[in-house]
């Protein structure tokens, strides 16, 4: 099946240790981006890849870093430099070009203990 | 800034209803506009995608609509059921697709059986 896998489910993180949370798409899709959703709040962009090699920070990009070395693939990786990380992450990917759709992973929930 | 509000935040309604959920955008330069469902934990489902040049797109019970011009947009649900209660999420494309989408906060919508 086609779709976007986002992995793991729930993630605990310590006090000032960074976390990687994995996307993988397997939708042959250019673009691909990381929101985040907070309760009350409209989904924010962290950051977006237009292309391998290639990526922007998005409105709330710091105390994040990503990487895109393979189009499938767009892992985020939570620093200690971010001081709210508690949230729901979500991944999503599109063919790129203007006017096309946007299609979602599942999410990660994220919680500092 | 593009901004996206939706109203009502929150609509409780029996079943068998039919119901129209609002969503405005500030900048009516835009590419196209989606509306997605959430449940509860879960990432986005697209419901259906409105390109800037279309008024309305239609699948199923689910008909939404475009006016540009006056920056809104519409999701009507006929004859709603209990599996339709969700939160329903807008959000507009003004970057070409590749620059992320800015999103509503959502209408949280509840089908009384």
């Known amino acids: 099946d086609g779709g976007i896998t986002q992995s793991p489910k729930y993630l605990f993180r310590k006090e000032g240790q960074n976390v990687t949370l994995s996307c993988e798409q397997n939708l042959n899709h250019d673009a691909m981006y990381w929101y985040r959703q907070d309760p009350g709040q409209g989904l924010r962009l962290i950051y977006y890849?237009?292309?391998?090699?290639?990526?922007q920070k998005g409105d709330i990009a710091e105390g994040y870093s990503v990487s895109r070395e393979k189009k499938e693939s767009f892992p985020l990786t939570v620093t200690s430099a971010q001081k709210n990380p508690t949230a729901f992450y979500l991944c999503a990917s599109s063919i790129g070009r203007a006017n096309t759709e946007a299609f979602f992973g599942q999410g990660t929930r994220l919680t500092v203990v | 800034k593009q901004e996206v509000t939706q109203i009502p935040a929150a609509l409780s309604v029996p079943e068998g209803e039919n119901l129209v959920l609002n969503c405005s955008f500030t900048d009516s330069a835009i590419y196209n506009l989606q509306w997605f469902r959430q449940d509860p934990g879960k990432g986005l489902t697209s419901l259906l995608l409105?390109?800037?040049?279309?008024r309305e797109q239609t699948s199923g019970r689910l008909n939404a609509s475009l006016d540009k011009s006056s920056g809104r947009s519409t999701l009507y649900i006929a004859a709603s059921q209990p599996g339709d209660s969700a939160t329903y999420l807008c959000?507009?494309?003004?970057?070409?697709?590749?620059?992320?989408?800015?999103f509503g906060k959502g209408t949280h919508l509840i089908i009384q059986p």
């Open positions: 959000a507009v494309n003004s970057g070409g697709g590749a620059d992320g989408l800015t």
């Open positions: 409105i390109q800037s040049s279309q």
């Open positions: 890849s237009q292309i391998v090699n290639d990526f």
